[in-house]
């Protein structure tokens, strides 16, 4: 069974930085998407950026240029490093990825959400 293990969420002050991290562990043999979503009360999910094991990188406009998305496929781990933060990025963020196993064919998985709080 696969599992997807968030951390690095906290309160920081608007201009300030913060890194998430989120480790994959379990039966797999492929990363085929790493991902962040973030989500606020009364609103729907949101992708924040995605990074295909082929493919272009994308982000959400409003955090190009202040987010960025890497992967360490050794440590099957997915980062997000948040820096210039503003008040309005506060949300609960969730990983995702789209992993192949042998058994289960490609399927989606979902971290447990780790809250992020950009207030002075």
């Known amino acids: 069974q696969v599992q997807l293990m968030e951390s690095g969420g906290g309160l920081v002050q608007p201009g300030g930085s913060l890194r998430l991290s989120c480790t994959a562990s379990?039966?797999?043999?492929?990363?085929?998407?790493m991902g962040w979503y973030r989500q606020v009360p009364g609103k729907g999910r949101e992708l924040v950026a995605r990074m295909p094991r082929e493919g272009r990188i994308t982000y959400v406009e409003s955090v190009e240029g202040r987010f960025t998305i890497s992967g360490d496929n050794d440590k099957n781990t997915v980062y997000l490093q948040m820096n210039s933060l503003k008040p309005e990025d506060t949300a609960v963020y969730y990983c995702?990825?789209?992993?192949?196993?042998?058994?289960?064919?490609?399927?989606?998985?979902w971290g447990q959400g780790t809250q992020v709080t950009v207030s002075s």
């Open positions: 995702y990825m789209n992993l192949y196993g042998w058994q289960t064919g490609s399927k989606d998985y």
């Open positions: 379990g039966n797999f043999v492929v990363m085929n998407i």
